[in-house]
């Protein structure tokens, strides 16, 4: 008897196959929809070969209302969303807007309509930490609270903002409705998860992150560089007030974040506590010069890179505080940045071609030997 059953949009995606894995894991039942848009169904065979579960997939739009109705029709022991299909390149939102706002908050209101149509009451929305902005711009706010104050410096952030005033209101309302009623209410939670940077693959070697066309975060754009498929990286200004002049970011293991989002899951479904925010990081922040240092070392040798002006809505510092989660989600990281660096190159060395490859006969057969051992 599973769990439960959670949708998973973007599923297909890197956070979203991970968290997919973890839900599977844990014992419930997963659909995903994704557009397929920045993804590969090839993630699902992965997730198999991992878990031994598969989930159900369908390739839907997360703009496409009548395509959600139908999923969450033909599947009405679904009781909770875990959200992330968006468009998620910070620098790219600023040059195409529109179409940001039409996917990621358009979209998102399309699928709380449709959740609200089939009574599917908690939603566990994948936020950004770019939602704080500039936190350095208030004193006493490094690393990042969630009581700091909102102040996104680029579209894509702006985006965020807008969703999780969008399901605060949506909640409080349904919550509002229900108790005018004298109806139960307290089945409409929502979690906003406020992340850092995402990063790593799984100790496997042969799931990680497989974007489509040109990455946009650092480290798989270093797992091409080391591969040879780029010459060199951007490291995007080198003035900024950091001990080395280059950005902070907290990066957080890929298994780390899945984690979070399942223990986000389990505290509404079991606490019912209305909305809440949670910061998921590591709280410790690394300049992008110290990652290029250790991914390097992970690989063996020092990676090519050329520093060219700031990119535009860039901020100094983006670590957070995960206290709150750390207490109320009882969830911490357990992998560290040399975890991450290691698993993403074991990834990159062995699946150059990402999932348009099959994965190597010599990580299956470690894969299996390792599920031997365990069972």
């Given at each position: 008897m599973a769990v439960g059953t959670v949708l998973v949009t973007g599923g297909t995606g890197y956070i979203g196959s991970f968290t997919t894995l973890a839900l599977l894991d844990n014992g419930y039942d997963v659909v995903i929809v994704d557009s397929l848009l920045n993804s590969s169904k090839a993630a699902l065979d992965r997730i198999e070969l991992i878990c031994g579960k598969r989930p159900t997939f369908y390739q839907v739009d997360i703009t496409d209302e009548a395509g959600l109705d139908d999923v969450f029709?033909?599947?009405?022991?679904?009781?909770?969303?875990?959200?992330?299909?968006?468009?998620?390149?910070?620098?790219?939102s600023g040059e195409i807007p529109l179409e940001y706002y039409r996917v990621n908050v358009g979209g998102s209101i399309t699928l709380l309509r449709s959740m609200?149509?089939?009574?599917?009451?908690?939603?566990?929305?994948?936020?950004?930490?770019?939602?704080?902005?500039?936190?350095?711009?208030?004193?006493?706010?490094?690393?990042?609270?969630?009581?700091?104050?909102?102040?996104p410096t680029n579209t894509y952030g702006h985006t965020k903002v807008m969703i999780e005033t969008v399901i605060s209101d949506h909640i409080e309302a349904e919550r509002r409705k229900?108790?005018?009623?004298?109806?139960?209410?307290?089945?409409?939670?929502?979690?906003?998860?406020?992340?850092?940077?995402?990063?790593g693959a799984h100790p496997s070697g042969i799931m990680g992150e497989d974007p489509q066309g040109v990455p946009y975060n650092l480290l798989p754009l270093?797992?091409?560089?080391?591969?040879?498929?780029?010459?060199?990286?951007?490291?995007?200004?080198?003035?900024?007030?950091?001990?080395?002049?280059?950005?902070?970011?907290?990066?957080?293991?890929?298994?780390?974040?899945?984690?979070?989002?399942?223990?986000?899951?389990?505290?509404?479904?079991?606490?019912?506590?209305?909305?809440?925010?949670?910061?998921?990081?590591?709280?410790?922040?690394?300049?992008?010069?110290?990652?290029?240092k250790a991914f390097s070392k992970v690989v063996g040798r020092d990676l090519p890179?050329?520093?060219?002006?700031?990119?535009?809505?860039?901020?100094?510092?983006?670590?957070?505080?995960?206290?709150?989660?750390?207490?109320?989600?009882?969830?911490?990281?357990?992998?560290?940045?040399?975890?991450?660096?290691?698993?993403?190159?074991?990834?990159?060395?062995?699946?150059?071609?990402?999932?348009?490859?099959?994965?190597?006969?010599?990580?299956?057969?470690?894969?299996?030997?390792?599920?031997?051992?365990?069972?």
């Open positions: 029709s033909k599947h009405p022991d679904i009781d909770s969303v875990i959200h992330f299909a968006a468009l998620k390149a910070v620098g790219e609200a149509k089939h009574n599917v009451s908690n939603i566990v929305f994948s936020s950004s930490a770019t939602v704080y902005g500039d936190a350095t711009r208030i004193p006493g706010m490094i690393p990042i609270p969630e009581n700091c104050p909102i102040g229900a108790k005018k009623a004298g109806k139960p209410f307290e089945q409409w939670n929502g979690a906003l998860l406020r992340y850092f940077n995402p990063c270093l797992g091409k560089v080391a591969t040879g498929e780029r010459d060199k990286l951007l490291v995007f200004g080198d003035d900024y007030a950091s001990k080395d002049g280059t950005a902070i970011r907290d990066y957080i293991h890929v298994l780390d974040l899945a984690s979070g989002h399942l223990a986000a899951l389990n505290y509404l479904r079991e606490k019912k506590p209305g909305v809440k925010a949670w910061n998921l990081g590591s709280g410790r922040g690394s300049t992008v010069f110290e990652m290029i890179y050329q520093v060219v002006d700031r990119r535009l809505g860039d901020v100094l510092d983006l670590t957070a505080n995960p206290a709150l989660a750390n207490e109320e989600l009882q969830w911490k990281t357990k992998l560290t940045l040399e975890d991450a660096c290691a698993d993403l190159w074991r990834w990159v060395e062995n699946n150059p071609k990402g999932y348009r490859q099959d994965p190597p006969a010599e990580l299956l057969e470690k894969l299996k030997a390792s599920k031997a051992v365990k069972n």
